[in-house]
């Protein structure tokens, strides 16, 4: 299945695009995704990753739904599922 990828901030230079197409398999996880992205950039899943947990710099939503209110990094996604991956804006 494919899902559209739009990559913010660091994560876009290291992957050397913002918008991406990302082919993966079918009942693949948010965490799946994360762990093929690492194919275009190895750093980029060491970033994003802390063992099981997501980074708590980061945020991920999945069409438009913070995966946190979600299963974390066990949602599953879909075919045409749109994933945004950004770092956490803080206001000081």
Request: no cysteine; aromatic share 4%.
């Given at each position: 299945?494919?899902?559209?990828?739009?990559?913010?901030?660091?994560?876009?230079?290291?992957?050397?695009?913002?918008?991406?197409?990302?082919?993966?398999?079918?009942?693949?996880?948010?965490?799946?995704?994360?762990?093929?992205?690492?194919?275009?950039?190895?750093?980029?899943?060491?970033?994003?990753?802390?063992?099981?947990?997501?980074?708590?710099?980061?945020?991920?939503?999945?069409?438009?739904?913070?995966?946190?209110?979600?299963?974390?990094?066990?949602?599953?996604?879909?075919?045409?599922?749109?994933?945004?991956?950004?770092?956490?804006?803080f206001i000081s």
């Amino acid at each position: 299945m494919r899902v559209r990828v739009i990559l913010s901030a660091n994560l876009h230079e290291l992957a050397n695009a913002i918008n991406i197409t990302v082919q993966v398999p079918d009942e693949s996880t948010v965490k799946d995704l994360i762990i093929r992205l690492g194919e275009l950039n190895p750093e980029i899943p060491k970033i994003l990753l802390r063992g099981n947990e997501l980074n708590e710099n980061y945020v991920v939503i999945v069409n438009g739904r913070d995966i946190y209110w979600l299963k974390g990094l066990l949602t599953n996604l879909s075919d045409g599922d749109e994933v945004l991956i950004a770092p956490k804006a803080f206001i000081s």
